[in-house]
């Protein structure tokens, strides 16, 4: 079985878009990310600082969020699946951790940058 | 052919073995939702022996089941968000023609996590998780590749099966 012309296309279709969005995120985000914001249902529950350890309840406590060497991470959660859990540790700009289950979402920012996009938008 | 739905019935239990054999192996590599899709394995051989209605149904009765069984309801929704995509396009490509089996079922891969993003950026109400878009494209182009050639090789070997 070989790949045909059309199916080269494709794939260089693919790469092509991936490494535009992969090259947009390193452009746009990246540097200057300070602090992480915590968003439950898509309303913002809170915003906490990356360079002071802590841990964060999230939810009422269906998640627990560490902050620690200026890395936040998911260290419980009580969705029967755990991905969020098994996540990385997220420190770039944009980089995020998401409970589905939950609607959860952690996502790293620089705090000028939040106050930019509320004036944009 | 009278068979029909005893073939249906396999096609169904098939899928179900491999969403099951799927959820023995281990597979985080510390991005949610990147997973190898057995189970699509199944739909793309079913596209190419039975009939489109019958792939359509065999693919929402296939993520209800595995649903139920092995997931919960959050789970059902992103299945039939990526698993209805992904059988379009690959239903689409193959219509059009000049793509292979390969080229299909990295179609299939690749909209099946495009579906899903779009699903979890609507539930989660947050653009943020497009930035998952680079890692979800080439994830689902190596799964959909892998799977364009076991199905390529079980096509091979299921010459005589004709529905």
């Given at each position: 079985m070989k790949l045909k012309k059309k199916d080269w296309i494709l794939i260089l279709i693919i790469v092509c878009v991936a490494g535009g969005a992969f090259l947009l995120h390193q452009v746009v985000g990246g540097k200057g990310a300070n602090c992480v914001t915590v968003k439950v249902n898509g309303e913002i529950e809170g915003t906490y600082s990356l360079s002071e350890d802590r841990e964060v309840s999230i939810n009422g406590g269906t998640n627990v969020l560490q902050i620690k060497n200026g890395k936040a991470s998911m260290v419980?959660?009580?969705?029967?699946?755990?991905l969020c859990v098994h996540q990385k540790a997220v420190s770039m700009n944009h980089e995020n951790i998401i409970c589905l289950p939950n609607k959860v979402v952690v996502e790293v920012e620089s705090s000028e940058e939040s106050e930019f996009d509320a004036v944009t938008n | 052919m009278k068979n029909r739905v005893a073939y249906f019935g396999v096609f169904t239990a098939l899928a179900l073995i491999f969403s099951y054999v799927e959820t023995l192996i281990p597979f985080?590599?510390?991005?949610?939702?990147?997973?190898?899709?057995?189970a699509n394995l199944i739909i793309v051989i079913a596209l190419y022996k039975m009939s489109l209605k019958e792939t359509y149904l065999l693919s929402v009765v296939r993520v209800v089941l595995s649903g139920f069984i092995f997931g919960n309801y959050f789970s059902i929704i992103y299945s039939l968000a990526g698993g209805l995509l992904s059988l379009t396009a690959m239903a689409l490509l193959r219509k059009k023609g000049g793509f292979s089996i390969l080229g299909i079922s990295i179609a299939g891969g690749v909209c099946h996590n495009i579906g899903q993003l779009v699903t979890a950026m609507i539930v989660v109400e947050?653009?943020?998780?497009?930035?998952?878009v680079p890692v979800l494209l080439i994830a689902g182009l190596v799964t959909g590749l892998l799977i364009g050639i076991a199905a390529d090789g079980m096509l091979k070997r299921l010459v005589n099966i004709i529905f």
């Open positions: 419980s959660a009580d969705c029967p699946d755990q | 985080h590599i510390g991005i949610p939702g990147v997973k190898l899709g057995l947050t653009f943020s998780v497009i930035y998952y």
